[in-house]
């Protein structure tokens, strides 16, 4: 494989599972030193072994990063472990509830904001001052929820806009600085939260997904992973403050359409990625020992 990621230090949120996992293996076969960061539950040492075993080089990371103390000392211990720091993936996020809005708990959806949104924001801020130094780069992960919304699940949406917001934001601010920021939006991808045994999508919801794009499945993580390879590369050093979307068209589709799909484009490639979290995830919400209200007090 080509080594695009040569010589470049990464931080992965959400790096143990799904979509994260997958990234973190990319990057480590493009040639970069990956730091895989998750909550203390998350399997971040297993991943980061696993590409150790495989020859690259990583370790794992575990902690709040919504708190901005526990952010900036996963950007120090990058420092002091790889000595710079070249792309930062905002991957972590959570979908832990669906429901009508009106039945919709407001501790899923504090919980949303928290992992979703104030993640992004402490990652970001902590990590800038080392980006501007590399002129590196900032991946966030949006979703093509925050450009349509979703039904039953209308936070999930918000937060996601505002991450595309928010990092737009930052590439009009951080040009000044040579940091690009880009946005990547799946759509409905073969993970924990897309099915009803794994997350919390019930029967109908996890036909309508696969259905409703053009392509007529859902997108490998491996899939997602690829554009994340390009937007850190070299390659896309004219790359800013754009959305790219991998969501199998499903932003521009008119109705159930993946029915009338071409048998082509239903079967799901060959993985070469070995993952072993990829049905795992953020489908529950799952607290740490800190109290609840330590966290209120960060929103």
């Avoid at 990583?58 to 950007?75: K, T, Y």
């Avoid at 930062?88 to 009106?102: D, P, Q």
């Avoid at 917001?165 to 409905?188: D, H, I, M, S, Y």
């Avoid at 997350?199 to 392509?215: H, V, Y």
């Amino acid at each position: 494989m080509e080594r695009r990621l040569e010589n470049k230090v990464a931080i992965v949120t959400g790096g143990g599972t799904g979509i994260g996992e997958a990234i973190c293996k990319k990057f480590a076969q493009a040639g970069a030193k990956v730091v895989v960061a998750g909550l203390p539950e998350d399997p971040v040492d297993d991943v980061a072994r696993e590409i150790t075993e495989k020859g690259g080089i990583a370790f794992g990371f575990q902690g709040d990063l919504s708190l901005l103390s526990e952010a900036r000392a996963c950007i120090s211990e990058t420092i002091a472990t790889f000595g710079k720091l070249d792309i930062l993936v905002n991957n972590a996020g959570v979908f832990v509830e669906t429901n009508y809005l009106t039945d919709y708990s407001e501790e899923a959806f504090d919980y949303m904001i928290k992992n979703n949104i104030k993640t992004t924001f402490c990652m970001s801020k902590a990590a800038l001052p080392e980006l501007q130094k590399t002129k590196g780069n900032i991946i966030t992960a949006g979703s093509e929820a925050g450009v349509l919304g979703i039904a039953k699940n209308t936070p999930y949406g918000g937060t996601k806009a505002f991450n595309t917001a928010f990092t737009k934001g930052l590439a009009a601010e951080q040009a000044a600085f040579g940091v690009r920021c880009n946005v990547v939006g799946p759509g409905p991808i073969d993970t924990a939260w897309t099915h009803k045994e794994t997350g919390p999508m019930d029967e109908q919801m996890e036909k309508t997904n696969s259905q409703a794009n053009l392509l007529g499945r859902n997108a490998t993580p491996e899939e997602v992973a690829n554009v994340y390879l390009f937007l850190a590369s070299d390659e896309a050093s004219y790359v800013t403050g754009a959305l790219y979307m991998v969501d199998g068209g499903i932003t521009i589709a008119k109705g159930a359409v993946g029915e009338q799909a071409d048998e082509f484009f239903k079967k799901q490639p060959a993985d070469n990625l070995e993952l072993k979290h990829g049905k795992e995830g953020h489908t529950r919400i799952r607290l740490s020992a800190k109290p609840m209200v330590e966290y209120y007090e960060y929103l």
